[in-house]
């Protein structure tokens, strides 16, 4: 929402927004661009009388904002619709769906067409180091979106990418997620369905070629062109050293790419992003020296700081799986350095306990964890269990401070995951630690 308000704003409306927690980097991103943000959902906004009142999913009914548009009759949309009918009519879009990977992906896509000079518009859910914004309206063509599976908003229960309509359409993965809203993974893979029959036969479907869940999905039905990563017969990547990979499309040689990015999650985001913008036109040796100058995303796998020889990790990981992949990227970036890995499980599905048991297996490679446990509806302590004494659980935020504290030594690497802000864990981990004399690294 808060990208839909960017882009609403560079395309000349005045714009406002209201939510009951903004945090940085949105926070700030929104304030730089002059839009107005309201803390909480007063009915006395009413008065702003706005042409439309643009409406994230977040709002349900009972909302006392929204009860007072309801009863006044205001005109009010979705943000998937607006952004459809305001910004991508006309525009050839590009999407990036799946369940992990999108943000990355995304950004990865929108930075290989700017540097084509394609000057696209884009509406990421993160902000790509590479642009310092989450959206831009963009004065080409194209236009690149992430693709949510999420549900649009409390009055229309599609997922937002059915409203995008895109000519080239990503599929990195489909897992099952969001349990809030989803019953298992077959209901998940029909919202994919029902997204691969809106692209057209002219356009192109990029795909993981090595995710049943995606092929279960085309054989509901494609009439669109397919591409394929991540298999010999398509687009796919051998290291040559470190982080440097020769890339090739069904066995033919396409040039090196050199990544600053670590994890074989992040090669095949790469991968992905090179075969859409392929189709878009894009030479794959251009794609290549693009991502060569590609920097990440904030909240991915981004160094917050070092003190006391301590190095602080931020990362959106809130799935087991995201959680595994993340973990085994820093561990092929710091070698045997101890990595203490910090968690929240925050998520609607982590909250709701339906991957419980998949949480430690994921957790099993970092030397030590630490996760907050306030407001869930299981025992973490419990599905914890099976890493032993590595594990702390702590209800109090400032008690799993302490305890992270009490055991980081010089030479560390603490990751923290949530995909909120954490009570502000990271700098309070960082002013913690340079307030304290650096200890002798453990030998």
């Not at 099952?176 to 029909?190: P, Q, R």
């Not at 997204?195 to 092929?215: H, M, Q, S, W, Y």
């Not at 040039?255 to 992003?273: D, V």
């Not at 048991?357 to 599905?383: I, T």
Request: glycine share 10%.
């Amino acid at each position: 929402m808060g990208g839909v308000a960017a882009i609403a704003k560079s395309a000349g409306y005045r714009v406002t927004g209201c939510d009951l927690n903004v945090y940085p980097p949105m926070s700030t991103q929104l304030e730089s661009q002059g839009i107005e943000l309201v803390s909480g959902y007063g009915a006395e906004q009413i008065a702003l009388k706005p042409d439309v009142w643009v409406v994230g999913n977040v709002v349900s009914r009972g909302n006392p904002l929204m009860e007072a548009i309801l009863d006044r009759g205001d005109r009010y949309v979705s943000g998937p619709q607006w952004l459809a009918e305001n910004a991508l009519h006309g525009r050839r879009v590009l999407a990036v769906a799946g369940t992990h990977g999108k943000t990355t992906t995304a950004s990865m896509l929108a930075w290989i067409l700017e540097e084509a000079r394609f000057a696209p518009g884009f509406l990421i859910g993160g902000v790509p180091l590479n642009f310092g914004a989450s959206a831009c309206l963009g004065r080409g063509e194209h236009f690149v979106i992430e693709a949510d599976e999420y549900d649009t908003a409390f009055f229309d229960k599609r997922s937002k990418m059915i409203h995008y309509r895109p000519v080239v359409a990503i599929l990195n993965n489909i897992e099952f997620d969001h349990a809030d809203i989803f019953a298992d993974l077959a209901s998940i893979e029909t919202q994919f369905h029902h997204f691969v029959r809106t692209l057209p036969g002219n356009g192109k479907l990029v795909i993981n070629g090595a995710d049943p869940a995606i092929e279960r999905v085309l054989a509901r039905g494609c009439w669109t062109p397919v591409d394929r990563f991540a298999v010999s017969k398509g687009w796919n990547a051998m290291r040559i050293e470190g982080q440097r990979y020769e890339v090739l499309r069904n066995g033919e040689r396409q040039g090196t790419l050199s990544l600053k990015l670590q994890g074989e999650h992040n090669l095949q985001n790469a991968l992905a992003a090179i075969a859409a913008a392929a189709s878009a036109g894009v030479a794959a040796g251009d794609a290549l020296d693009a991502l060569a100058r590609f920097k990440g995303v904030r909240r991915r796998m981004e160094l917050r700081g070092n003190a006391g020889g301590v190095a602080i990790w931020d990362d959106f990981a809130h799935h087991p799986t995201a959680i595994a992949t993340t973990i085994a990227g820093l561990r092929e970036q710091v070698g045997a350095a101890r990595i203490l890995a910090v968690l929240e499980p925050r998520s609607n599905t982590m909250r709701s306990g339906v991957m419980k048991d998949r949480l430690a297996p994921s957790l099993q490679d970092a030397d030590r964890v630490f996760c907050y446990g306030a407001n869930l509806g299981w025992d973490a302590g419990a599905a914890l269990a099976p890493l032993g004494s590595r594990v702390r659980v702590e209800d109090d935020l400032q008690k799993l401070v302490d305890a992270v504290l009490g055991e980081a030594k010089s030479g560390d690497q603490v990751l923290v995951m949530s995909n909120g802000g954490f009570g502000g864990i990271h700098e309070m981990l960082l002013r913690a630690l340079s307030a304290r004399r650096a200890p002798a690294a453990r030998t």
